[in-house]
């Protein structure tokens, strides 16, 4: 970010000098113009030092492997905005040479660490975790929408609300949230079974059962309920309706559009917090969804303090819940759209996960189904290969692409000195596709890979992967994602009652080919268009 305190003082100070006449041989210009002259001229100077000879001739990360083809101004940026959040590093991470560090140039030349090996991320992750920090811009954007909660608090600050949250994450409580997860995953399929049949008897053609269906929006509903039930305590009955206020405020907020990207990039240059003052609609939307949210979770502050006796609560109270309804609903849900993919391209997946499914699990209504049925944890972990389903989703579209981390002092990763500021780039998509952790199937969607091939067999724990670093959709270490066995038990539970009940096609052919689906920036991976599935309900389950 361009120093402007700094810039402005001295073009004040100087310009002060030079128009009251103190130089002798100097000509005696007027304030004005000798402010706007010195202002111009350290500006050209700030952006010829970073732009141009600190990257390409002073850093000392300018030795380390990168990717060809650099503008020489954007660096990589043409490529980065041209494909999805996290896909050039996939190929980066399988074609450049590097013992773990990648450099590459992002908008204006500035520098990215890419991290890219076991060791690298171990360091990064784990032993150096608090020299590495949320960046300013990723705290301002998210903490804007979420407040500073325990996703971007800091060093004691962060200790402290973690220790506090972590109780509540522990298995032991977790599987007491099976019966939630199936109940409203259950009631979720029930809603979209009648969707289906009325839009199928209001088409009036011969295909009864079936319809196509944006799941995305389903999913994100369904989603919002279960953090509502299982964290929150409170039903918002997002299932019962589309138009449901919140649903709407996190459709506005994680849509991103054009101009949501225009202002990132504006924000690298000025500073994010005067980007979001302009009045433009980007930020009306988001101003006008977090007051909304931030309503509602007071509302539920209220609430709670009048079942718990009176006992004090406060603002972070409030800003948890904030995290935890986004970073709760969401991500699973992204999930869900990818799954509903995968499954749609590979049907013989599809169908032997079906099979498993009614083979272990009650069904969801029809003949044999009790209203009062659930699952446990253990119905869930007596299915091998719903759990290898779903590791390998989670693996291959992990639903946070890529995030980010800035360097807080000057410090060292594999003996690579890092400058203070350095941003580094944690890219789960990339290391989820390593070719060197997982092998040359790395890039193909093959859920075998998460099979036990006998009772010794130990590697398929971690997919076969040489490390437990290959697998970083939840991150690792102190920062990784508390939620991780909420979300892998919730995704399950949905995914069984999804693939119980529908059948899934892909509703645009095209797509068959995974370069034909777009696929938007942002902090969770989502399809821009949305995922159209053409969904038959199967009988009998
Ligand atoms: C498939 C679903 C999910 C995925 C892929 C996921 C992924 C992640 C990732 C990658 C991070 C680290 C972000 C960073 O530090 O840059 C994270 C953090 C976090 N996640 Fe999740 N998440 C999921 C579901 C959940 C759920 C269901 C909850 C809560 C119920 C949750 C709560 C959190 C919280 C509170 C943090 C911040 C942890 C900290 O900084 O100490 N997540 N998640």
Redesign the pocket.
């Known amino acids: 970010m361009i120093p402007y305190r700094l810039i402005t003082a001295v073009a004040l100070g100087g310009s002060y000098l030079l128009s009251s006449g103190r130089i002798p041989q100097w000509p005696v210009p007027s304030f004005l113009a000798a402010f706007t002259a010195l202002l111009a001229i350290q500006v050209l100077a700030w952006v010829v030092w970073v732009v141009i000879l600190y990257p390409k001739l002073f850093s000392p990360l300018r030795g380390l492997p990168e990717p060809s083809g650099n503008s020489w101004f954007m660096g990589q940026f043409k490529t980065v905005m041209a494909l999805p959040t996290g896909a050039p590093m996939i190929q980066w991470i399988n074609s450049i040479p590097n013992q773990g560090l990648i450099r590459y140039l992002g908008p204006f030349n500035q520098e990215r660490l890419f991290i890219t090996s076991p060791k690298a991320l171990a360091e990064v992750l784990v032993t150096k975790n608090y020299d590495f920090i949320?960046p300013e811009q990723?705290r301002f954007t998210i903490g804007r929408i979420l407040g500073v909660?325990?996703?971007?608090?800091e060093g004691d600050e962060?200790k402290v609300?973690?220790k506090n949250?972590l109780p509540a994450?522990a298995f032991r409580h977790i599987k007491e949230l099976y019966p939630v997860f199936w109940a409203k995953s259950r009631e979720g399929v029930q809603a979209m079974t009648e969707e289906i049949i009325k839009d199928a008897a209001q088409r009036n053609d011969s295909e009864k059962n079936t319809a196509v269906i944006e799941v995305g929006n389903w999913a994100s509903r369904i989603?919002l309920d279960i953090?509502g039930v299982?964290?929150l305590g409170r039903d918002f009955e997002a299932i019962k309706g589309p138009s449901n206020r919140l649903t709407q405020a996190y459709g506005r907020i994680f849509q991103p559009s054009r101009q949501a990207r225009i202002l990132q990039l504006l924000g690298m240059l000025l500073s994010p917090r005067i980007v979001s003052w302009l009045p433009v609609k980007h930020n009306e939307d988001i101003d006008v969804s977090v007051r909304m949210i931030r309503a509602e979770c007071a509302e539920l502050i209220k609430e709670k303090k009048q079942k718990l006796a009176r006992k004090e609560l406060n603002d972070v109270d409030i800003l948890s819940l904030m995290?935890?309804l986004a970073?709760?609903?969401e991500?699973?849900a992204?999930?869900m759209t990818w799954a509903t993919y995968l499954l749609a391209k590979h049907p013989d997946v599809q169908t032997r996960l079906r099979a498993e499914v009614r083979e272990h699990l009650p069904p969801l209504s029809g003949a044999g189904a009790d209203d009062a049925s659930t699952v446990s944890s253990v119905d869930i972990d007596r299915m091998p290969y719903l759990n290898a389903v779903c590791n390998e989703i989670?693996r291959y579209f992990?639903?946070?692409p890529l995030?980010?981390?800035k360097a807080a002092c000057d410090t060292s990763i594999q003996g690579q000195f890092v400058p203070k500021g350095t941003q580094i780039m944690?890219v789960?998509w990339a290391t989820n596709r390593s070719e060197a952790m997982w092998g040359d199937d790395a890039l193909v969607f093959n859920p075998e890979r998460w099979m036990q091939k006998s009772d010794t067999d130990k590697r398929a724990a971690s997919g076969g992967a040489t490390s437990n670093y290959a697998f970083?959709?939840?991150?690792h270490g102190?920062?990784?994602?508390?939620?991780?066995s909420?979300?892998?038990a919730?995704?399950a539970c949905l995914l069984a009652s999804w693939v119980g009940r529908f059948e899934m096609e892909l509703h645009n052919k095209e797509e068959m080919d995974e370069a034909k689906v777009i696929i938007k920036g942002g902090v969770?991976a989502r399809p821009a268009k949305g995922m159209y599935i053409k969904t038959t309900v199967l009988e009998e389950w």
């Open positions: 949320k990723l909660g325990v996703l971007l608090a962060h609300q973690r949250l994450f989603t953090i299982a964290g995290t935890f970073a709760g609903h991500t699973t992204s999930a989670l992990g639903p946070v995030t980010l981390r944690l789960p970083m959709t939840f991150l102190p920062r990784s994602c508390i939620g991780m909420f979300a892998k919730e995704f969770t």
